[in-house]
């Protein structure tokens, strides 16, 4: 088992039918990994008919973009590759992403559970309602959070691309809660 320091940073986001976790399905994975790189897939729900209009309409889900999609089950051995031993970064991770994604595998009979555990996971939600609250932020989704620190909201319900933003949020978080001194040791994000 690796040590904190050296558990990779992976940004996880999924797109949903519906926020009803074990009820609703994950239509779209994304990944960026510290060592391994990006990964984003669409999947396709096995309850196409539980779609909740809204949902429907924020993701940008249509039958004909997902008809080749992989189901969860076919995409479970590179999920499992993104989430080894890491430290999983997301923004609203530990109360939507991470119980949603589980509920997910246990509705799909996959033997396989993210882990729900403080020490593996960073909520980017969390840090800003603790220091960036203070500092005049009023709301804590991911949208506001990006207009705070000056970062483009475009393609935003896309797992990728919010993905992506969190990363940035992520960062920009670091920076702002640097020690004065500059002498607070760090771990070096990857470009």
């Known amino acids: 088992m690796a040590g904190y320091l050296e558990k990779p940073f992976v940004f996880f986001d999924i797109e949903t039918t519906g926020l009803r976790a074990g009820h609703h399905e994950v239509t779209e994975l994304a990944f960026i990994h510290e060592k391994l790189g990006s990964w984003c897939v669409r999947v396709k729900p096995k309850y196409p008919e539980r779609f909740e209009d809204a949902a429907r309409e924020i993701s940008r889900y249509n039958d004909t973009d997902w008809a080749g ?19 999983l970064i997301g923004h609203n991770i530990v109360l939507f992403d ?54 483009s909201n475009d393609g935003q319900h896309h797992a990728y691309d919010d993905c992506d933003r969190t990363k940035m949020v992520f960062e920009a978080l670091l920076k702002k809660l640097r020690w004065d001194d500059g002498k607070a040791e760090q771990r070096t994000l990857w470009e």
């Open 98 to 151: 991470v119980p949603f994604f589980n509920a997910n595998c246990k509705m799909a009979g996959i033997d396989y559970q993210l882990p729900l555990k403080m020490n593996c996971l960073i909520d980017t939600q969390m840090l800003a309602l603790v220091h960036m609250v203070p500092r005049g932020l009023k709301f804590l989704g991911l949208g506001p959070c990006c207009k705070f620190f000056g970062i």
């Open 69 to 87: 999609a992989p189901s969860l089950e076919d995409v479970m051995q590179k999920v499992r590759e993104f989430t080894y031993e890491a430290i």
